[in-house]
């Protein structure tokens, strides 16, 4: 028994090792950046939508719950306000621009009825050179499935295991001109896989039966998958802007 279980306890164990050591295709920490030669650079983010259309995937049922967050601007925002130790950009409110003109016009209006009409004006809105935009434009599932297990006597286990896949892309937008400065793709993959152990067993000359089966399972967090390569788009448009000579590192 124990020679037909070993080939099939070793097969587990390299997938699950496969799966934990596969390259990713994620940069180091972009806090590792130097910071832009000719300080700080304003940047606006109106919105990162999903822009794949795909539902949760599940097995039973049809699902109507997005596969991918609808908020992933909060993520763009704090990846530029954190990129090379917050040196690189500050960013701007558009999203919530409307809410901030009626909140600056509600303080003029007050300020004009206590103080009159020499009344304290407020600081001027900052406007962006840049306008950072994009949206995730891609959701995979079952880009690889497979798996392994061995079962002698009754006694067994397996793994299986799921690898999906998020795509992003995100673009720098001079707001002078129009034109496109910056353009980078990103992908991420999503790992999943179970790992099950179980017996089956025949008794009373073969006309009970008793099965038991325990198991375990490691999803990868699609939120924090698409955090990471929003993090690693920001960094790969640091980049690809100093090679094409629109902003350096400082030395």
């Known amino acids: 028994m124990l020679v037909i279980l070993l080939p099939g306890c070793s097969a587990i164990n390299q997938t699950t090792e496969l799966?934990?050591?596969?390259?990713?295709?994620?940069?180091?920490a972009p806090d590792e950046l130097p910071p832009p030669k000719n300080g700080v650079i304003t940047v606006a983010v109106y919105r990162f939508a999903d822009q794949t259309g795909q539902r949760r995937y599940s097995d039973r049922i049809a699902s109507l719950s997005s596969a991918v967050t609808q908020g992933a601007d909060s993520y763009v925002i704090q990846a530029l306000?954190?990129?090379?130790?917050?040196?690189?950009?500050?960013v701007v409110e558009r999203g919530g621009i409307e809410n901030l003109l009626r909140e600056r016009q509600i303080i003029r209006q007050m300020r004009e009825q206590h103080e009159g009409p020499n009344a304290r004006p407020l600081a001027p809105l900052l406007f962006a050179g840049m306008i950072i935009d994009g949206g995730i434009i891609g959701?995979?599932?079952?880009i690889t499935t497979g798996g392994a297990g061995a079962r002698a006597f009754g006694i067994g286990g397996s793994t299986e295991y799921r690898t999906d896949l998020v795509t992003v892309t995100m673009r720098a937008i001079s707001v002078n001109t129009g034109e496109i400065l910056v353009s980078v793709t990103i992908t991420k993959r999503i790992h999943s896989y179970v790992d099950r152990l179980g017996v089956l067993r025949f008794i009373s000359g073969g006309t009970l039966g008793l099965e038991g089966e325990v198991g375990t399972s490691t999803n990868d967090s699609v939120n924090l998958a698409l955090q990471l390569a929003i993090q690693s788009s920001v960094r790969e448009m640091i980049e690809e802007g100093v090679r094409k000579g629109l902003w350096e590192y400082q030395r």
């Open 139 to 142: 959701y995979d599932s079952n």
């Open 19 to 28: 799966l934990q050591t596969q390259p990713e295709l994620i940069r180091p």
């Open 81 to 90: 306000q954190t990129v090379g130790g917050g040196r690189w950009f500050r």
